[in-house]
């Protein structure tokens, strides 16, 4: 059977300020989303929340990119708006919908969507990942690991049916560009682009042997769209696992490093990207810091069996101390880079509005 797999979200507003999504904007998305499936248009569903950004999983066999699909998940994040962000005056009501009317593709209209279609295994582990307070090339590093580094996955070494490795298809979003290299032959090139992760972003990976999908992410940057800053885009990112793809453990490995991700604040600080159980699935300290969630599902006739709350183990918790204990230390370089982020990434942001009154002030040097 050919599922698909849809993960959108949005900010459509936070309870307190940009810290968590509020418990009635999830209660009525689950009521919109329940009613899609009572009619057939969605197998199954799951709402959830990373920080303030409302997630929206579904499974379907619309394919990708369905006008169907997209305008439920449109709907339901204006319903969710208008009846209850608004209503509780909830903080950035309606945030990232940018635009007033949909016009049949949710992309480009300030969601985040990773989907995916595949013929559904004998058993098909995913996982579903979500961040908050960070940008979409924050998964550069990690599907680099899962899908790459052997020091990481054991099964690019081992396995025979992972062993040609894996094709990652890279977006320049600056210049809405596309390009599909090829691990490991090219690697050195894979790294020569992704290490820039606020350019060039991970889209999607495939294995080679035979051309499956593995991973697809997100890649809107909303200030590219609004040409200003409009917060970062906590981006999502879908992983298939298991018999031919890295084993679960093996995608969450990545994860056990809290590496260091552009947003926090104002979307104008690095700081350590926090793998969270749900229960802490919210920003507090500065905004952050940044952190993600791994909601785990065995699809079964396209019904999400799960979650499994992946990173709510205290295998995690030196990852979270060590990114405590980053955050600490760039938290002490106050308005200064590197904390903040550099001249380039800032141009999106508040920043330029201050710097542009002291430009009278500068007097020629004689
Ligand atoms: C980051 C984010 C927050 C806000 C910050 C200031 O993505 O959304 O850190 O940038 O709370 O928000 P305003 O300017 O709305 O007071
Ligand atoms: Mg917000
Ligand atoms: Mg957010």
């Keep these: 059977m050919k599922v698909t797999v849809s993960l959108i979200k949005a900010d459509i507003g936070g309870w307190v300020g940009h810290s968590v999504v509020h418990p009635k904007q999830e209660e009525l998305a689950r009521k919109k989303l329940q009613e899609a499936k009572e009619t057939g248009l969605l197998i199954d569903y799951y709402v959830y929340h990373a920080g303030d950004d409302l997630q929206l999983l ?33 903080y950035g009501a309606g945030q990232d919908l940018l635009s007033d009317t949909f016009s049949g593709n949710i992309r480009g209209m300030g969601p985040g969507v990773a989907e995916m279609e595949f013929e559904e295994r004998k058993s098909e582990p995913i996982i579903a990942f979500s961040a908050d307070k960070t940008e979409p090339g924050a998964w550069n590093i990690k599907l680099y690991k899962i899908f790459a580094d052997p020091f990481n996955t054991a099964g690019l070494v081992i396995d025979p049916s992972m062993h040609s490795g894996f094709e990652f298809e890279i977006m320049d979003v600056i210049e809405h560009k596309v390009v599909k290299l090829s691990a490991p032959e090219e690697l050195y090139d894979i790294l020569a682009l992704i290490g820039t992760p606020g350019r060039y972003v991970i889209r999607a990976v495939y294995r080679k042997s035979d051309g499956e999908i593995a991973a697809a992410a997100s890649v809107t940057r909303l200030s590219l769209i609004a040409g200003k800053y409009v917060g970062k885009d906590d981006p999502v990112l879908l992983v298939r696992a298991q018999h031919g793809f890295p084993a679960v453990g093996e995608v969450l490995d990545a994860f056990a490093f809290p590496h260091i991700v552009a947003g926090w604040m104002r979307g104008s ?7 969270v159980g749900l229960k802490d699935a919210k920003c507090t300290r500065f905004d952050g810091p940044p952190r993600v969630v791994a909601l785990g599902f065995q699809l079964s006739e396209g019904k999400l069996i799960g979650p499994n709350d992946l990173f709510d183990d205290p295998a995690f918790d030196l990852t979270r101390q060590k990114a405590n204990e980053i955050a600490d230390i760039l938290r002490l370089h106050g308005p200064f880079m590197p904390h903040r982020l550099g001249p380039d990434e800032m141009e999106y942001t508040t920043l330029p509005g ?6 009278d002030r500068f007097k020629k040097v004689e």
């Design 354 to 359: 201050v710097l542009q009154k002291l430009q």
């Design 269 to 275: 600080h690095h700081g350590p990207l926090m793998p």
């Design 58 to 90: 579904m499974t379907h066999t619309k394919g990708v990119e369905n006008p169907e699909i997209h305008k439920l998940a449109w709907d339901t994040f204006l319903e969710v708006t208008n009846k209850v962000s608004k209503v509780l005056k909830l």
